[in-house]
């Protein structure tokens, strides 16, 4: 073991969903249920064969996150053999944050319970919106009170740290829906709050929805005072945003994604995951009977990989770290790529004056240039 382990984060994937909601491009499937036991032989075996191959003795593991997909579709004795094999990995950390997310009304209390026993300390509740109509526009299959009821229950389990997922900017979605559904969010008071803005992801059906004109989506300024409230409203309420769309009370942050966010390695397993490991990129099959089949075969279920070069390394540096609130820190900066941004960018950084900032040695989107960061960024690279 090196004398500084660095923090390793896991992910496993899971693609099971009970319906396939408009909007959503995550590698998931319907009516697949039955795959789960070989699904976790495959994945059981793709975790074993990926990491013997890997010296794990200088990292400990800081975070653990079944995303998906809907991961409450696994058993609590299937979480129990995946948490078996994945902390035997390597050391642990101190406090390691071992997250879920959970779908409204799908995961009973004794299901809750069990997931805590079996080491389980953060949930993220798909919550996405409290109307009815827009639920249903989504085709989420819950009502706003199974949302609600599975709160109640994810507290009564003893969960400590809670996020919800909102979505808004939805077509047919008002100003007061999006503040009622925030309002609402707030008043049951979760650890953490995530706000994404509905986008419109090639072969989704919202997008052929849109593209055949059958759905028209917010006007741009509507969708921008949404999140600029939104954002307001929670710093306000006890909840600062840390990241574009992440809210969290003080403490809170999902350390998971803030790893991802600040280049530490990662390994994901499941069809459709990805790995960043000692600057090498790679991601699975994105398809479950494929890439079942090529790990029972080979042990593998990589579909690609590639190596991160030193320019793309600098680029991802600047993408990720300008969506954190913290900005991106100008030294450290300096100190891993030898350039001074300040100079380098002088050009942009006075294009984008008034959207940009300097401040406590950070490169800090400002206020207003929130809705502009997708090309701010792309100037700075
Ligand atoms: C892929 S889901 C997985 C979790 C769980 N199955 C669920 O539906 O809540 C994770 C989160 O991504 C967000 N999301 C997925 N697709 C999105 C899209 N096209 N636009 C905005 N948010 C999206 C949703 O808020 C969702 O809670
Ligand atoms: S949003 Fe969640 S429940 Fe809906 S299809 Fe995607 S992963 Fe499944």
Redesign the pocket.
Known sequence: MTQNPKPLSLYVHVPF?KAK?T????Y?IIGRENSIPEYLKSILKEIEQKTRELDLSGHYLDTIFF?????NLLEPNHLRQLLDMLLGLTQAGNEMEIGM???PGEASLKNLIAYKAQGINRV?????SFQPHLLSFMS?IHSAEKSFSTYDDVRKAGFQNVSG???FAVPGQTRDEWVGDLERLVSMQPEHI?T??????EG?A?HRWVEAGHVKLLEETVDTGMYDWGRDFLEKSGYPNYEVSNHAKPGFECRHNLNYWTGADYLGFGPAAHSYFGGRRSWNIRNLDAYMADVMNSGTGEADSEMISHSMARNEMILTRLRLTQGLNLEEFSTIYHENLLQTKKDMLHKWTGKIVVSDGHLKIARGGWALIDEISSDLM
């Open positions: 969903c909601c909007y959503c491009d995550f998931s995303g998906g997909g809907t991961p997310e959970i779908n993220s509740i798909g919550m996405q989420r997922d909102l979505i995530s994404y803005s509905l986008t419109v992801e989704t919202l």
